[in-house]
Every structure is written in C-alpha cells, then in structure tokens.
C-alpha cells in the first residue's frame, strides 16, 4: 500500500509537470515577442499570432480532448498530448518562417490542452477521500503559479538563451514527465465503449468556443471598433448561433458529448462562475500589471517577473494545503473571502495609480492577488469536482478550464477596454498646451489616442519628440492618462471579483467535512 501511495505521489509530480508546461506556454512567448520581431523581419501586430494561435486552439480543443480521454482512457490521451506537446515545441523552436511557427503553435495547443485537462481528471480519478483535495490543492497551485511565471520565466530564458529557449525547454521536461506518466498513471476505465462519437456535437462546440474567442481576439486588436462592426459582431454572434444549436442536438443525442444536466447543478454553475471571474479579473489583469511595470515603470522582462514573485509566490505555499482548508472549513467562504480580497487588491491599485507610482505601492496588490490564486484555484477544482459522477470527471474537468481560459480572454478585452475609454477620455479632456499649434496637438493626441495605452509612453518619451518645448508636459498628460486607465481598469476587475464572490457565497455548496 505504501508503495502504491507514492507511485501516486510520483504520478502527480509527472502530471504537475504536464500542466505547467502546457498553461505556462499561453504567457511565456510575450516577453520574447520583441526579439521574435527582430528575428523574423516582422512586425508586432504579425507577431501577436503567435501568442494568439495557442490560445485560440488552447480554448478550443479542451472539451473535445476531454471527452476523448474518457471515452478511451485518460492514460492513453495525456501521453498522446504530452507526445504531441514535445514533437511540436521542438519543431518551433527550429522554425524560420513566421506562418509554420503560428501553424507549430497551433499544433503544440492540441497537446497543451489534453495535458491542462486531463491531467485534472486524472488526479480526480487516481486519489480519493482527503488525498484528492491535497492532490487537487497541489495541482491547482502549478496552475496558477505557471499562469503567472511567464514574464519570469520567459525573460531568464530569452535573454539567455535567445527565443527558441521557450520552446527548447519542454522537450527534455517533456521527456522525463511522459516516462513518469507511462510507470506511475493508472488507466482509468473507457466510460465510452459501446458509445459513438457525437461528431456533430463536438464540431459545433468547437466552432462555437473558436468564434468567441476569435471575436474576442479581433475586439482586443482593434479597440476602437464598435463592438456592432461586423469584423467584431459576426463571429460573436456566429458563437452565440452555434452554442445554441449545440444545445438543441446534445438535448435530442443518444450519446451527447456533453451532460447538459451538470448545469441543473447549482454547485457546479457557482464552479463555473467563479472559474470564469479569477481568468477575466485575476488572469487577465496580470498581462496589464506586467506592461505597467515593463513599459511604465521601466523594468526589464526578467526584473518585472522578479518583483511580481511577491505575487506568484503564494501559488507555492498556499496550494498544498488548500485540501486541508478545504476539509476542515467551507470551501464556498474560503473561496468568496478570497474573491473579495482581490476585490480589494483592485482597490488599492486604483488608489495608487499616480504618476509617482513606486514597487512598494504595487506590493500590497500583488500579495492580495497573489493570496486570492493560490486559495481560490486549487480549492475551485476540488469544489467543482465533488458528486461528479466518474465517467463525467473528465468533462466537468474541462468545462472549468474552457471557462477560466474564456475568462481570461474575455478579462483581457473588457479589461482593455476600461483601460482604453479612460485613457481616450483623458486625453480628450486635458491634451492641450499653449505653445503649440492647435493642428499639432491635435494631430499628436490622433497618434496617442490610435498607439493606445500600452504605447503611449514609449512614443512621448521618444527621440523624435525629445526637442519638443512642451515635451515635458506632454509626458505628464499621457502618463496621467495612463492612471487614469489604469484606475478604470481596476474599478472592472473589482467588479467582475465582486460578482464572483457572490456567485460562489450562494451557488456553492458545504459538503460533508471528510475525516
């Protein structure tokens, strides 16, 4: 028995392995971006794609790669994924031509995937009683500490190693995880057999989950556009169309690839809830303090992912015990304390947004959030998971992680967009300076407006502005405008962690303490 126990414990090191790998290389490539640009001969916005493809493939092949795991064996598919992941990241890191690598990505996704949810099924399935909390606990903290290691990680490695480092490195983790995986995993059975696969249903939810997050990618791009612009609008509504149709055919399917009755469950609706609000408010808002301390502040990559460790570092000593806390106070509180502690975190960060913005105003910020990921993610896969069914472990596994990851594209959209309409407004309303032509200001603030927040600093500090007479001045506004969209931005994400918190005080549920 003993050593069947750490043959389990072996087997959730491996997995753990997996999931960092696979959600890590979501943020990993955005710091390599402006070598990447170099490199290639190619432009930002062409570069963007190569974040984008992953995530867009990431999103859309969670549930489909879910279902297959328990139709023929969870084992089965994460060694599929974790040879798919390693073939294609070797493969990246080897490409010259900026198409293959989006392609390579593209490829490398459908092996993320099946690792980030079946490895959470498989933890679900291998451990029982209070061991699955610790096991789950665990693996929830390597998810939210590899969410937000990117700019770390990415930054010792390129500035190191060059780009194709992030890719390079998977490979012999890869390795050793896979073999770990093939010794330690037991099978869990083929809940499928006798079943035919629901084509039409997985067709249609992959199309439906590839629009949204498509249209939400198009929205982020072009911030500007009206959300009614047909580039925009048609594939929301397109998602919206499939979604639907998905649900007429699994209501009327002999063998649905989705039990549409988990949503009669109001337990796993408040999983869901809550899934969706930390991607969009806590996830999402990472990539904005990364660029505040990178384009604002003035960090480096690798200096920024040093400072946000007073963030990440929670994910390390929360997480393991996050099952203990779980069986011994309700997790519903826990989980809802936690959101409005966030809540708060946001709070701050409005507050300290001025133009004399220092590391340590930002400390308490990332501490609250940093406390906020390491309880509220391992504890909301435990919380999700209870009264599964066995053969529906695998499915409510990915509809958690499709929620957090469309959180997270959703946050950054909306959260962007708060950011934006702040930061135009601002500058609308105070982008005047009397020694300068009206044609010229006005003109200088259509290129500040159009570069938007992110940009807006490194053109106001540029060389070609430098000789400027009120260059000075101009730099305070767009610094100004900045806070002001970054105070805007804060008040969002405040909002969205607050109706999160709600959502799970009143949907979750207290199960029976395990003893």
Known sequence: MKTNNTKKWWALFALSLGVFM????????????????????????????????????????????????????????????????????????????????????????????????????????????AQRGTALGILGSVMGLSTVSGPLIGGLLVESFGWPAIFYVNVPIGIVAAILMWFTIDETPSYGKGQKIDWLGMFLSTAAIFFAVYGLVEKENHPHLPWTDLGIAAWLVAAVALLLIFILVEMRSEHPMMNLKLFKNANFVGSVIVAFALGSAVYASNIYLTSLMQNYMGYSAFDTGVRQLTMTVWSLILGPVTGYLGTKYSKRKIISASLLLAGMGFLLLANAMTTKLTYMQLVPTLVMLGITNGLVNPMLNTAGLEGAAPKEIGMVSGLLNVFRQLGTSFGIVILGLAQTNHYDQYLNTHFSFSQAPVAMVESLKQVLIQAGPFSGNTIAYSAKLSDLPFVKELQGVVWNAYCSGMRGLAYTAMTIVLIGAVGAFCLLKDHAKSK
């Not at 549930?63 to 328990?70: A, H, T």
């Not at 023929?72 to 060694?79: A, N």
């Not at 073939?87 to 890191?93: L, M």
């Open 22 to 129: 696979g959600l890590l290389d979501i943020t990993v490539v955005n710091v390599a971006l402006p070598t990447m640009v170099k490199s290639f001969s190619a432009t930002f916005n062409d570069l963007q794609w190569v974040v984008n493809a992953y995530t867009i493939a990431f999103s859309v092949v969670l549930l489909v790669v879910s279902k297959l795991g328990d139709m023929y064996g969870r084992k089965k598919v994460v060694l599929i994924s974790m040879l798919v992941f390693v073939v294609a990241s070797a493969a990246n890191g080897l490409v010259t031509n900026l198409l293959v690598l989006d392609i390579g990505r593209v490829v490398q996704a459908f092996g993320g995937a099946g690792l980030m949810t079946l490895s959470m099924a498989l933890v679900a399935s291998n451990f029982e009683g």
